[in-house]
Nanobody
Framework: QVQLVESGGGSVQTGGSLRLSCAAS?????????MGWFRQAPGKEREFVAA????????YYEDSVKGRFTISRDYAKNTVYLQMNSLKPEDTALYYC?????????????????WGQGTQVTVSS
């Protein structure tokens, strides 16, 4: 069973940076998997933020975070990162890590079977 544990959330001011981590376990290899980050603000639906293919290094971003957020992964540590720069108040949300083996649509929440518990990011103006 795949398990995902997020960390790295916190409170920052506008323009600040945070790096989220997602430690994956439960498999000897995540080859073929796609790892994603989603976020959910109060009263809103969970939305796609970024995703990365474990082996192919293809990356995907939601338009509002392009140029500010960078997703990456560390094979040795089975960990995926989300580096978030130039943070804005509208980035405030609970951020979730997700994983699935070859999801048909990397942007779709329902395409992912495995989820972490989330880590809170709060950006103040």
């Amino acid at each position: 069973q795949v398990q995902l544990v997020e960390s790295g959330g916190g409170s920052v001011q506008t323009g600040g940076s945070l790096r989220l981590s997602c430690a994956a376990s439960g498999r000897t290899s995540f080859s073929g998997y796609v790892m994603g980050w989603f976020r959910q603000a109060p009263g809103k639906e969970r939305e796609f933020v970024a995703a990365i293919t474990w082996g192919g290094s293809s990356t995907y971003y939601e338009d509002s975070v392009k140029g500010r957020f960078t997703i990456s992964r560390d094979y040795a540590k089975n960990t995926v990162y989300l580096q978030m720069n130039s943070l804005k108040p509208e980035d405030t949300a609970l951020y979730y890590c997700a994983a699935d083996r070859a999801p048909p649509n990397v942007y779709a929440r329902l395409a992912y079977d495995y989820w972490g518990q989330g880590t809170q990011v709060t950006v103040s103006s």
